[in-house]
């Protein structure tokens, strides 16, 4: 069956554009998730939809960082103004029930950003 | 020997042998582990999970230890094939609605021929 897909795999900016990340979640997954991986890290939360419920978003780390699940599918995260430092692979996952650990997160292949 | 907990961010293995990756985890009240697979382009690919009201659990070819006295994980890969070379990351959740995993350093793998 499909995975969670994300579009676009690469996108450069210059500095000072918004970007728009989607992914598109496995089909009836309840929660996604939004990490971000910079180059040679571990991945790290930015936020987290529960249905069309964004209910965790402490990691985003600026103002400049938005995310939407509109309909409780597809996910896009938005940054504005992008800066330098914004420059990781984004990458999401969806997860089949809303609560509770020990069930699996799945990821997509994620989006490489590359502010210039 | 080897110290317990000891996280290498390379490790280099001949095809066939064994290989063990450590991990140290952060959070006492963190109850679901989970080692994680990332080919370079690629999102992380589940491999194994435990609980923590166990110590071990088995996969094929893959062992997961949980020692909780020490907040120390390890996987263990069994007749290491060149299939197998990527960057694993554990990975820590607490069991509670929509938390968001925390990972740990990655170790490289790499296995030759």
């Known amino acids: 069956g499909a995975g969670v897909s994300q579009s676009p795999r690469y996108k450069v900016a210059k500095r000072g554009q918004d970007v728009a990340l989607r992914c598109d979640p496995i089909s009836g997954h309840v929660s996604l998730f939004w990490y971000q991986q910079a180059l040679g890290q571990g991945p790290e939360f930015l936020t987290y939809?529960?249905?069309?419920?964004?209910?965790?978003k402490s990691g985003l780390p600026s103002d400049r960082f938005f995310a939407e699940r509109p309909e409780g599918s597809v996910s896009t995260l938005k940054i504005q103004r992008t800066q330098q430092e914004d420059s990781a692979v984004y990458l999401c996952?969806?997860?089949?029930?809303?609560?509770?650990?020990?069930?699996?997160?799945?990821f997509g292949p994620g989006t490489r950003l590359t502010v210039l | 020997g080897e110290s317990v907990g000891l996280h290498l961010p390379t490790l280099s293995v001949q095809e066939g042998d064994n290989s063990i990756i450590n991990c140290a985890y952060s959070n006492s009240a963190s109850d679901y582990f989970i080692w994680y697979k990332q080919e370079s382009g690629k999102g992380p690919q589940f491999i194994i999970d435990i609980r923590s009201n166990m110590d071990k659990r088995q996969g094929q070819r893959v062992t997961v230890l949980l020692n909780k006295t020490v907040k120390h994980l390890s996987l263990q890969i069994a007749a290491t094939q060149p299939g197998d070379s990527a960057v694993y990351f554990c990975a820590e959740n607490i069991n509670q609605a929509g938390t968001a995993l925390i990972f740990g350093k990655g170790t490289t793998l790499s296995v030759s021929s």
């Open positions: 939809f529960q249905n069309e419920a964004q209910l965790d």
């Open positions: 996952a969806s997860r089949r029930h809303g609560g509770g650990a020990g069930n699996e997160q799945f």
